[in-house]
């Protein structure tokens, strides 16, 4: 029988089918399986991280709740609409005192439902120095009863050196 490939041909051929071979047999097996083992050498490392993370807040377990009840009294969640408006109302009148400013009008605007939490709108018009609404709003951003600045507005008084403020303030209620 006559040869139809060379020796070199035949070399080529070969060479080039095993070539083909180990690149489907890489990119099929062995890159699924390095991609796969990478993936969760990377999960195996977060989660080594979340274990320390949670040994170090174990380790420091009777400070955390020494300060949780510290803080929790203070900063407890009222339940009813009344008594939670009512509160806000008195806090942010007592912030006003505090920074001598005065009320001139002070609404409730209703509230918002969201699924874990409402959301109760006031707004308020101050009067006072720029001092004393410094004072204020950082009482306000800074209050333990989750109540945020959403907008302001700032106004000079006429034929006095006194400011006028307008300020919608929100305060976050859990959902019971």
């Known amino acids: 029988m006559q040869k139809i490939l060379s020796k070199r041909e035949e070399t080529i051929l070969f060479s080039t ?11 099929f097996v062995i890159s699924p399986a390095i991609d796969k083992y990478e993936a969760l050498n990377k999960e195996i490392t977060i989660t080594k991280v979340k274990f320390r993370k ?7 377990k009777s400070y955390i709740e020494s300060h949780y009840r510290k803080f929790s009294a203070q900063a407890a969640l009222p339940s009813e ?5 009512v509160d806000v109302l008195s806090e942010l009148e007592g912030f006003a005192k505090e920074a001598n400013m005065r009320i001139a009008d002070m609404r409730p605007q209703g509230q918002r439902n969201v699924d874990l939490y409402k959301e109760y709108m ?3 018009k101050l009067e006072g120095n720029i001092e004393g609404f ?7 951003e800074n209050s333990l009863s989750l109540l945020r600045i959403k ?18 303030i ?5 959902n019971e």
Request: a positive charge.
């Open 17 to 27: 089918i095993g070539m083909i071979v180990f690149f489907v047999f890489f990119n």
């Open 81 to 85: 609409k009344g008594d939670s408006l």
């Open 170 to 174: 929100s305060k976050l209620a859990l």
């Open 151 to 168: 907008k302001f507005q700032l106004s000079a008084k006429q034929q006095s050196g006194l400011l006028e403020g307008t300020f919608s």
């Open 54 to 60: 949670c040994l170090s807040l174990l380790n420091r």
């Open 134 to 140: 410094l004072k204020f709003i950082f009482n306000v």
């Open 122 to 124: 006031i707004d308020i």
